[in-house]
T-cell receptor, first 113, second 116 residues
Framework: KQEVTQIPAALSVPEGENLVLNCSFT??????LQWFRQDPGKGLTSLLL?????REQTSGRLNASLDKSSGRSTLYIAASQPGDSATYLC????????????FGQGTTLQVKP | GAGVSQSPRYKVAKRGQDVALRCDPI?????LFWYQQALGQGPEFLTY????????KSGLPSDRFFAERPEGSVSTLKIQRTQQEDSAVYLC??????????????FGQGTRLTVV
């Protein structure tokens, strides 16, 4: 069964810390992986998309890595700010399906001033 | 349009009532997806359209759920005889490409359905 797991479920850090959010997935035959941010009561904002042939993608203070063989992706946030507080969702698109995304449960991040 | 638009943003329905949720994807996007997100959970796939064709409806939880996209643009998710367990946020997403060769998915703000 194709599943995505995110650990931890919640994380609280002081402002300025660098942090890593983890995502693991079964079945390494993925097409791509996408990280999203979700603010309370809002929809999903796409942060980074990593194709299966890529090892990492960067956007500003965010860096996402992909290790297909071990079934893992990490989202690195540098110099965290209170505005980064949100839920971060990892989602995988597998080769065997129609393009739909399978999501993890998310990691809720709180950055304290 | 500039982004994926969903309406209404909030819907309160009495148990047994039928509801219709609308999604207006980004103009020109071929693929359209519906997801259901329960409180504190990640979104779960419901159904997928490529243009007007519904290619995958494996995630629809029961035959009370029905989705359509008759002209390959706007889509409607209909829930008949709503039950309390249908309470959730319903998210719509669109992407430019077709099937597995898609580009990234862009999501709407969602419709929060509460069944009382």
């Amino acid at each position: 069964k194709q599943e995505v797991t995110q650990i931890p479920a919640a994380l609280s850090v002081p402002e300025g810390e660098n942090l890593v959010l983890n995502c693991s997935f079964t079945d390494s035959a993925i097409y791509n992986l996408q990280w999203f941010r979700q603010d309370p009561g809002k929809g999903l904002t796409s942060l980074l998309l990593i194709q299966s042939s890529q090892r990492e993608q960067t956007s500003g203070r965010l860096n996402a890595s992909l290790d297909k063989s071990s079934g893992r992706s990490t989202l690195y946030i540098a110099a965290s700010q209170p505005g980064d507080s949100a839920t971060y969702l990892c989602a995988v698109r597998w080769l065997s399906n129609t393009g739909k995304l399978i999501f993890g449960q998310g990691t809720t991040l709180q950055v304290k001033p | 349009g500039a982004g994926v638009s969903q309406s209404p943003r909030y819907k309160v329905a009495k148990r047994g009532q039928d509801v219709a949720l609308r999604c207006d994807p980004i103009s020109g996007h071929v693929s359209l997806f519906w997801y259901q997100q329960a409180l504190g959970q990640g979104p779960e796939f419901l159904t997928y359209f490529q243009n007007e064709a519904q290619l995958d409806k494996s995630g629809l939880p029961s035959d009370r759920f029905f989705a359509e996209r008759p002209e390959g643009s706007v889509s409607t998710l209909k829930i008949q005889r709503t039950q309390q367990e249908d309470s959730a946020v319903y998210l719509c997403a669109s992407s430019l490409g077709q099937g597995v060769g898609d580009t990234e998915a862009f999501f709407g703000q969602g419709t929060r359905l509460t069944v009382v």
